[in-house]
């Protein structure tokens, strides 16, 4: 919500692409994709695992939990901000990858790849923008 509304109320540096490899942001991805694992109802190295595999990082490891926090994960995202448009989406799709590996994505796991998304300013991956739980869908008064 903040990155909707700060604009509005106090000067914000805009995002701007500046990495053209994600090699560049690799702690970066390494936080968010450890916070997005730890959410996850499976093994937590196993998911990490899938979506790090999933960009192309196989030597990434995931970080503990305590390393692993909403101030890192800030940082984190408005970093990958500054990717070059051609990668974010692959950025979103190893998370959804990863987030979907253990056949079930928590609300928690959805809500962070969609801040991921809306930070970045790149669409939901279709899977999730299609998709709205049946709670989702009780509070939108479609059931």
């Known amino acids: 919500m903040r990155h909707y509304l700060d604009p509005e109320c106090i000067p914000v540096r805009p995002s701007r692409a500046r990495y053209r490899r994600l090699q560049n942001v690799a702690t970066h991805l390494q936080t968010v994709l450890s916070i997005l694992a730890y959410e996850g109802s499976g093994e937590s190295q196993s998911l990490f695992r899938l979506g790090a595999d999933t960009l192309g990082f196989t ?85």
């Open 59 to 143: 030597e990434m490891a995931i970080l503990t939990q305590k390393h692993a926090n909403v101030e890192a994960f800030g940082l984190a995202v408005h970093e990958l901000a500054d990717c070059y448009p051609l990668l974010k989406p692959s950025v979103l799709k190893a998370m959804t990858v990863a987030a979907r590996s253990d056949g079930t994505l928590s609300p928690m796991q959805r809500e962070i790849i969609a801040s991921v998304a809306a930070v970045m300013g790149c669409p939901m991956p279709p899977p999730l923008s299609e998709s709205q739980s049946r709670h989702e869908r009780l509070l939108c008064g479609a059931i």
